[in-house]
């Protein structure tokens, strides 16, 4: 089966940076993908990474280490409309498994 | 960028009766589409997978009498919520890729903007 981890919820203040984990034990790895999710809304691609290292996209970035089953993203200089749930997927075999996601919180 | 679209983006219906949602890519050829579906405060759960011209393909657990998906062109894919019931209020949403693209890196998937069902 797939078991993949992520913090339910986290509090930062505008401007500041917040670092999301995510561990997963997966049958099978094709890649790890990271969405933003706003309430009631579908969700948007953030990133993705299948190789070890660091992706980096603007303010957001991902990294991820294959031998630990162990993600980050990375949010920079955060914004009030940076609020929202993000997740963290994997390609296991050919189909996403999701984490339950993190629900992040910005304060003015 | 690739777009797909659901329809409709709601929908309120009395117990017992059936719902279909259709997911559509817009801009391209998909031969593969995903259908989740996501209750309050929870992830995505993956229903199953439509594939173009065959049978789709479902998850364990989930019925394959009650939610029918059908797959009939390379950008359009149904599935029927059939005799719906109050536990099956969720969010649904589809998900695909080109099929000229691969599967992850740049050519990620796409998802819908989502239909919410609500049974009374």
């Known amino acids: 089966g797939q078991n993949i981890d992520q913090p339910t919820e986290m509090t930062a203040t505008e401007g500041a940076i917040v670092q999301i984990n995510c561990t997963y034990q997966?049958?099978?790895?094709?890649?790890l993908f990271w969405y933003q999710q706003h309430a009631g809304e579908a969700p948007t691609f953030l990133s993705y990474n299948v190789l070890d290292g660091l992706e980096e996209k603007g303010r957001f970035s991902s990294f991820l280490s294959r031998s630990k089953g162990y993600s980050y993203l990375l949010l920079k200089e955060l914004q009030m409309k940076d609020s929202a749930s993000y997740l963290c997927?994997?390609?296991?075999?050919?189909?996403?498994?999701f984490g339950a996601g993190t629900t992040v919180t910005v304060r003015a | 960028g690739a777009v797909v679209s659901q329809h409709p983006s709601w929908v309120i219906c009395k117990s017992g009766t059936s719902v279909k949602i259709e997911c559509r890519s817009l801009?391209?050829?998909?031969?593969?589409m995903f259908w989740y579906r996501q209750f309050p405060k929870q992830s995505l759960m993956l229903m199953a997978t439509?594939?173009?011209?065959?049978?789709?393909?479902?998850e364990q657990g989930v019925e394959k009498d009650k939610f029918l998906i059908n797959h009939a062109s390379l950008t359009l894919s149904t599935l029927t919520v059939t005799s719906a019931h109050p536990e099956d209020s969720s969010f649904y949403i589809c998900s695909t890729y080109p099929t000229s693209g691969r599967f992850g890196g740049t050519d990620t998937q796409y998802f819908g903007p989502g239909t919410r069902l609500t049974v009374l």
């Open positions: 997966t049958s099978g790895f094709n890649g």
């Open positions: 439509s594939n173009e011209g065959s049978k789709a393909t479902y």
């Open positions: 801009d391209f050829q998909a031969t593969t």
């Open positions: 997927a994997v390609n296991g075999d050919y189909k996403l498994s």
